[in-house]
């Protein structure tokens, strides 16, 4: 059975456009929405206002060298620019892609979106703090970590069943789950499917390794830090409508203010 479920995944996988073509309809829908185009009232996009304040907020930490020892040490001027670009269209373009109701995992439309955003940016966070440089990667690796749910939503649904009763007996984490019931786990599809659009090699090890980062090769720092991230998100329960991300990671890093005695 599970081969067979394998094969079905493979051909999802091998049947998905380029992800040429999905930033390029990304590009249109944001087009026409700006013309206030009604077929496309629904999509947010650059105007989600809770994405843009997290972008906003994290470049100014940025912008003032922030970093995991103190202000100054790792400036991060690129940030401000390309690099926060290239983030924003990416994020953007695979929000339609990454956004529906994912049933084998009990998530909402929203759900993983919003953990992609969030674990993207806590990426980017830890990337700074710890001083990796390819802050863009560590964007991109924790923006696509679990995007292999995606692609194995509707096959592990008909599988639920099993898939539960896995997990409840408690000895096996959720992706070892799916590989016993599918013979394939989320890592791997989304290291797959980052593979077909031609992602860098470091940031399809990071997707394929997020739940191992030991196992990593390449660049075994930003597994461990596309790991860090997911389970920093996990653990807070983080979504972009509760807490200050970006606040909450970036600490407070200024010096300390002497009070004044009141006497």
């Known amino acids: 059975m599970p081969r067979k479920q394998v094969n079905r995944v493979l051909k999802k996988i091998n049947e998905l456009p380029p992800f040429s073509e999905i930033a390029n309809d990304a590009m249109v829908a944001a087009r026409l929405g700006a013309m206030g185009g009604k077929e496309h009232e629904g999509d ?56 529906r109701k994912l049933s084998a995992y009990e998530l909402t439309e929203s759900d993983l979106w919003e953990h992609s955003i969030n674990c993207g940016l806590s990426a980017w966070m830890v990337a700074t703090k710890i001083g990796y440089e390819d802050l863009e990667a560590a964007f991109v690796a924790g923006m696509m970590h679990d995007i292999g749910k995606v692609i194995l939503d509707e096959i592990l649904y008909e599988e639920k069943e099993k898939y539960v009763d896995i997990i409840s007996q408690g000895s096996l984490m959720p992706a070892e789950a799916e590989r016993e019931v599918l013979g394939i786990d989320h890592a791997e599809v989304g290291a797959r499917i980052a593979e077909k659009w031609r992602f860098s090699d470091k940031v399809i090890e990071a997707v394929r390794c ?54």
């Open 210 to 263: 997020h739940h191992q980062p030991e196992l990593a090769v390449k660049d075994p720092d930003l597994s461990a830090i596309v790991h860090l991230a997911d389970c920093i998100c996990i653990s807070l329960g983080l979504t972009l409508n509760s807490g200050n991300l970006v606040s909450l990671l970036a600490g407070d890093f200024a010096e300390p203010q002497v009070k004044e005695s009141a006497g």
């Open 44 to 99: 947010k996009g650059f105007h989600d206002p809770k994405f843009a304040k997290q972008i906003l907020q994290m470049t100014s930490f940025a912008s003032y060298g922030f970093s995991g020892l103190k202000a100054g040490h790792f400036e991060s001027k690129s940030l401000l620019d390309e690099d926060v670009l290239r983030g924003i269209m990416l994020a953007f373009s695979l929000q339609e892609f990454i956004s």
